[in-house]
């Protein structure tokens, strides 16, 4: 399996993936900081045994089905690399996309140069290309699990700090939607904000106030709360662990009003799981929202194979 190869040489992040460049060479430094020392830094077992004028070549390698994502990283995992080393760069040579689905035991990237520079850059190039790829394996299972329903499933902010960009990016790379990147750019009014405002319509005209630019999201747990938010002008509902049965009357509810209200997109969130997916779908929400995509997806196990020259 896999799509079209892809350009032979020293790509760096492609804007298309929507990852910040810059972000991406910080992640990376941070990353090899860990582990090899503050710049720039010692790999005391390759350097010792391992001349610098050797080359090599290395495959990257997938020991398990799923789908890939991440593999746009690894020039910039390279290319720190080779500067740390002080060493010519390693070309890489990446032949699918991120967001195929590969088999075991397929090629994803050949990577040549110096040897010291491919076994230091291994550890950092597949604990980032993994993690991605398993976020990307899982999410795709709901995508399948969705396909034909017209629900779409949705990230959450349950994500590895520091990791955010690319676990979302691998979201999009499994065929799933990201909902808000951060607290900054989608109000999302829960209950312990109902709590402090004093009620729903309370927080959803504060925000309005506050920040009248941004979109406002609200939870709720029962048909009434529902109701009331959209009274208060909430245009999108978290419909927060309720049996199908219920969820089902909140959307017809919800839906029969939207002749008054304008389109009202609704969610289901909390304890969703993939064998009752397209039930909660047949509900006629609009998304479900699952953070276990972020927090709870096992890596992709990726290998670096060498062959010295």
């Not at 760096?12 to 060479?25: F, H, I, K």
């Not at 020991?63 to 500067?83: H, N």
Request: glycine share 10%; proline share 5%.
């Amino acid at each position: 399996m896999g799509s079209s190869p892809r350009p032979r040489g020293e790509a760096t992040v492609s804007t298309r993936s929507g990852l910040d460049p810059q972000w991406v060479a910080g992640v990376v430094a941070t990353a090899l900081d860990e582990d090899l020392g503050a710049a720039p830094g010692r790999d005391v077992t390759t350097q010792a045994t391992i001349p610098p004028e050797a080359q090599g070549t290395a495959a990257l390698v997938a020991r398990a089905p799923g789908v890939v994502a991440g593999l746009v990283v690894v020039p910039e995992v390279l290319r720190q690399v080779a500067d740390r080393l002080g060493l010519p760069a390693a070309t890489n040579d990446q032949l699918v996309e991120d967001g195929t689905a590969v088999a075991a035991g397929d090629v994803l990237a050949e990577l040549s140069g110096p040897v010291q520079v491919l076994l230091v850059a291994e550890r950092t190039l597949l604990n980032l290309a993994s993690r991605a790829s398993g976020v990307a394996t899982h999410t795709r299972r709901w995508a399948d699990a969705l396909a034909g329903t017209g629900a779409l499933v949705l990230d959450t902010r349950k994500t590895t700090p520091g990791l955010r960009a690319l676990e979302k990016y691998a979201v999009r790379c499994g065929g799933g939607t990201n909902k808000r990147m951060g607290l900054y750019d989608v109000a999302m009014v829960k209950d312990n904000h109902v709590v402090a405002a004093g009620s729903v319509a309370a927080a959803v005209r504060a925000v309005q106030t506050r920040f009248p630019d941004v979109a406002i999201q609200v939870e709720a747990d029962t048909l009434d709360q529902a109701l009331e938010a959209v009274a208060a002008g909430a245009r999108f509902l978290l419909l927060d662990n309720m049996p199908t049965a219920v969820l089902a009357d909140v959307v017809a509810a919800v839906r029969a009003g939207e002749a008054t209200t304008g389109r009202v997109e609704l969610e289901a969130t909390g304890n969703l799981t993939l064998d009752r997916a397209r039930e909660v779908a047949s509900t006629g929400v609009d998304y479900l929202s699952v953070g276990g995509l972020t927090h709870s997806s096992p890596i992709l196990d990726l290998a670096l194979d060498l062959s010295a020259s």
